[in-house]
């Protein structure tokens, strides 16, 4: 099992960056496929950015693209989303996931996902 830890969530206002963190207590090749998730109250949890270790081959959903990135430092063990020109619908709790190797890989099937980090908070006020 993967341990994830995220990091960096906080409270900015419209227009800013954040960047998040996610540790994990395994190597790369022990979590071929991670990606963000977001969950806002009352809303469904939503995949936000994947990305394929092994290739750094990356998918967005829509309503991010141009304005979030998803990177990782393999001798970390750390994946990132940089969140910039923040605004007041990104505002959700964000989730690290990891999973094994899929055909859908990047991707956002929760099922593929078997190690779920606790969250950290992103509030963006208008």
């Known amino acids: 099992q993967v341990q994830l830890v995220e990091s960096g969530g906080a409270s900015v206002k419209a227009g800013g960056s954040l960047r998040l963190s996610c540790a994990a207590s395994?190597?790369?090749?022990?979590?071929?496929?991670m990606a963000w998730f977001r969950q806002a109250p009352g809303k469904e949890r939503e995949g936000v950015a994947a990305?394929?270790?092994?290739?750094?081959?990356?998918r967005y959903t829509d309503s991010v693209k141009d304005r979030f990135t998803i990177s990782q430092d393999n001798a970390k063990n750390t994946l990132y989303l940089q969140m910039n020109s923040l605004k007041p619908e990104d505002t959700a709790m964000y989730y690290c996931a990891a999973g094994l190797l899929t055909s859908r890989c990047p991707g956002f099937t929760r099922g593929d996902f078997t190690s779920w980090g606790q969250g950290t908070q992103v509030t963006v006020s208008s």
């Open positions: 395994v190597p790369t090749y022990s979590r071929p496929c």
């Open positions: 990305i394929r270790l092994a290739t750094t081959t990356t």
